[in-house]
């Protein structure tokens, strides 16, 4: 038997037009990633240390390795005072991060009896927040690194080497429009009688001086491409630096669109060979590669009508001498429009390995002026 079935029609249908919309979000009034490191003296259990003794006696070779205990990343608001920094609003907020670390202990990497144990590790940390009343502490560990330092056993001793990373934000619940405005409760639909009127919800202000923190003031760029020129190297760090002629690969990028994040800098210089080494010795290649992986806010200085013409930037990144490994570095870069000139030193453990020093460049080479975000 046939069923009669009527399909629906669209005008059954309620329209979903898009219209204002009052939100209730989490709020972020501060927001800071801390990083500790710390070599913590671990008393070895007895049973374990007397492990050790008879393994290294009969020449063979300890080993170790400690890991995050999962589940065991903890964090505690301890308590705040006023920071007085000219803030409403600033507090020095103490706070104590926990975790726990395994230790495993090893002869010829067979694991040693009784020789796998836990041990807390804790830091303890102040920093100044924008922390109004009425918000909360959000903080955890989003990171733990740990490493055993064997060459520093002290008796029945071992030092271990902890790295943690922390994220600490400072939240409140609130009531938002899609525009990111505040919003309130609607009023109150009379039935019979006139309700009773309640005040609007307060929320905590902002700290403006704080957070957010202001985007670039200044953008540059630079891009040099075969560009023969004389600069210092110093060989890896080991000696005094040298002028050494070469060609140049130069590109730099500093908070295109407003951004910090949207940043580059990469250098690639090729050492020309040395035409006439010493009998017996080679040619030093003295080339090397650079490329920036974290950026400093820029500092701006603009020119009497106001117009920035000079941006310095700081930062760390990666830095490889020809032949070598690559090394954590630090640098700081110059772009002069004024003067057209560029300046790029690089640092490994606090030593320059490379300087390229007010090196003038062609003035379509080079770009600086006030942040330009195009919309």
Not at 204 to 226: A, R, Y
Request: glycine content about 6%; proline content about 8%; hydrophobic content about 40%.
């Amino acid at each position: 038997m046939k069923k009669d079935i009527k399909s629906i029609q669209g005008q059954q249908l309620l329209p979903n037009l898009p219209g204002p919309e009052c939100i209730r979000v989490t709020k972020v009034y501060d927001w800071v990633v801390l990083t500790n490191r710390d070599r913590n003296k671990v008393p070895i259990p007895e049973e374990c240390f007397a492990q050790i003794e008879n393994c290294r006696h009969q020449g063979n070779t300890v080993t170790a390795s400690c890991t995050e205990v999962p589940g065991t990343r903890s964090c505690d608001f301890v308590g705040s005072t006023p920071a007085n920094i000219g803030v409403p609003g600033a507090q020095i907020v103490t706070l104590a991060f926990h975790v726990h670390i395994r230790i495993q202990f090893f002869c010829n990497g067979s694991p040693l009896p009784g020789c796998n144990f836990v041990v807390p590790v804790s830091f303890v940390d102040d920093v100044i927040l924008c922390f109004p009343e009425g918000t909360e502490i959000n903080c955890n560990i989003f990171d733990v690194q740990c490493s055993v330092l064997l060459n520093q056993m002290l008796g029945n001793m071992v030092v271990i080497d902890v790295i943690m990373c922390k994220d600490v934000q400072v939240e409140a619940e609130v009531k938002l429009e899609v525009e990111a405005k505040f919003c309130g409760p609607r009023p109150v639909i009379p039935i019979e009688e006139d309700g009773i009127t309640c005040p609007s919800p307060t929320f905590p202000q902002q700290c403006p001086d704080l957070f957010p923190p202001d985007n670039c003031e200044c953008q540059g760029e630079v891009d040099l491409e075969d560009f023969v020129a004389t600069i210092l190297v110093s060989g890896g760090g080991t000696g005094a630096p040298t002028a050494v002629s070469g060609s140049l690969d130069l590109t730099a990028l500093i908070c295109d669109q407003c951004s910090l994040a949207n940043s580059r800098l990469e250098a690639d210089f090729t050492d020309f060979p040395q035409p006439s080494p010493s009998p017996g010795e080679d040619a030093i290649d003295q080339s090397f590669t650079f490329r920036a992986t974290q950026f400093n806010p820029p500092t701006c200085v603009p020119d009497l009508l106001g117009v920035v013409t000079t941006l310095t930037v700081a930062g760390a990144g990666v830095y490889q001498q020809a032949g070598q490994a690559e090394q954590d570095a630090t640098f700081l870069a110059i772009l002069d429009d004024a003067t057209n000139t560029v300046t790029l030193n690089i640092f490994v453990n606090g030593f320059m390995v490379a300087s390229i020093a007010a090196l003038l460049v062609p003035e379509a080479s080079i770009n600086v002026g006030n942040c330009e975000q195009l919309t």
